[in-house]
T-cell receptor, first 114, second 118 residues
Framework: NAGVTQTPKFQVLKTGQSMTLQCAQD?????MYWYRQDPGMGLRLIYY?????TTDKGEVPNGYNVSRLNKREFSLRLESAAPSQTSVYFC?????WGAGQPQHFGDGTRLSIL | AQSVTQLDSHVSVSEGTPVLLRCNYS??????LFWYVQHPNKGLQLLLK??????LVKGINGFEAEFKKSETSFHLTKPSAHMSDAAEYFC????????????????FGKGTKLSVKP
C-alpha cells in the first residue's frame, strides 16, 4: 500500500544549487500534481500533469520545472534554488483530471534553502 | 472566481465533546467540495467529499459534513472528539469547467488546527 512516494523526505540546499524532487505513484492514476505548503497559506499548486505526456502551470510555477517521466513518475526541479523556495513540497495523484476528483498525497519533502 | 474560507485558524475542544470546523465557499456553479486532514509531518488524507449527491456526507473516523447551498457552507462536524483527531484540517473546492483556472484543480483553504485537550 505505498500510494504516493516522495524522495527525499528532507533536504538542505545552498542558494543557487539545483535539485530534483522525485514522486512516484502505484495506483495507476492518470493525473499528478506538485504543491508547496507554507505556514498559514494552505497548499498552492505549482505544476500539474493531467495525463502522461502533458504538463501545465499552476498558481506558483516560477522557479520550477517538471517532467512527467512516465505514467507513474512526476519530478519537480529547482534549477537555481532561492531562500523563498524553502517550503514543504507535496506530490499528489488522482485517477483522472476533472472536477470532483479526489487527490491522494505523499508525505512531503521538507526543503530548506540557506 | 471560486474560493474557500475557513473561518477559524485554530479550534480547541475537550476530549469527548463535539467538533465543529467551519468552511464557506464561493462558487456560481454547484461545487465539488472536500475535507482533508493533515497530521504532523504527514501528507493530506481525504476525510470526505461532496459531489452533488446527498447533502449530508459521511467520512472516515466519524466525521461528517453538510452542504448548505443557501448558506454557501460546508462545515465539518464530529459528535465526540478523540485525542487522535488533533491535526490540521483543510476545506477544499474543486474548480469547475469554464469558471476560471483549470478544471479539476483544487483550491485549498488556509487550514484549521484542531487541538484536543484531555
Amino acid at each position: 500500500n505505498a500510494g504516493v512516494t516522495q524522495t527525499p523526505k528532507f533536504q538542505v540546499l545552498k542558494t543557487g544549487q539545483s535539485m530534483t524532487l522525485q514522486c512516484a505513484q502505484d495506483m495507476n492514476h492518470n493525473s499528478m500534481y506538485w504543491y508547496r505548503q507554507d505556514p498559514g497559506m494552505g497548499l498552492r499548486l505549482i505544476y500539474y500533469s493531467a495525463s502522461e505526456g502533458t504538463t501545465d502551470k499552476g498558481e506558483v510555477p516560477n522557479g520550477y520545472n517538471v517532467s512527467r517521466l512516465n505514467k507513474r513518475e512526476f519530478s519537480l526541479r529547482l534549477e537555481s534554488a532561492a531562500p523563498s523556495q524553502t517550503s514543504v513540497y507535496f506530490c499528489a495523484s488522482s485517477e483522472a483530471w476533472g472536477a470532483g476528483q479526489p487527490q491522494h498525497f505523499g508525505d512531503g519533502t521538507r526543503l530548506s534553502i540557506l | 472566481a471560486q474560493s474557500v474560507t475557513q473561518l477559524d485558524s485554530h479550534v480547541s475542544v475537550s476530549e469527548g465533546t463535539p467538533v465543529l470546523l467551519r468552511c464557506n465557499y464561493s462558487s456560481s456553479y454547484s461545487p465539488s467540495l472536500f475535507w482533508y486532514v493533515q497530521h504532523p509531518n504527514k501528507g493530506l488524507q481525504l476525510l470526505l467529499k461532496y459531489t452533488s449527491a446527498a447533502t449530508l456526507v459521511k467520512g472516515i473516523n466519524g466525521f461528517e459534513a453538510e452542504f448548505k447551498k443557501s448558506e454557501t457552507s460546508f462545515h465539518l462536524t464530529k459528535p465526540s472528539a478523540h485525542m487522535s483527531d488533533a491535526a490540521e484540517y483543510f476545506c477544499v473546492v474543486s474548480v469547475r469547467r469554464n469558471y476560471g483556472g483549470s478544471q479539476g484543480n483544487l483550491i485549498f483553504g488556509k487550514g484549521t488546527k484542531l487541538s484536543v485537550k484531555p
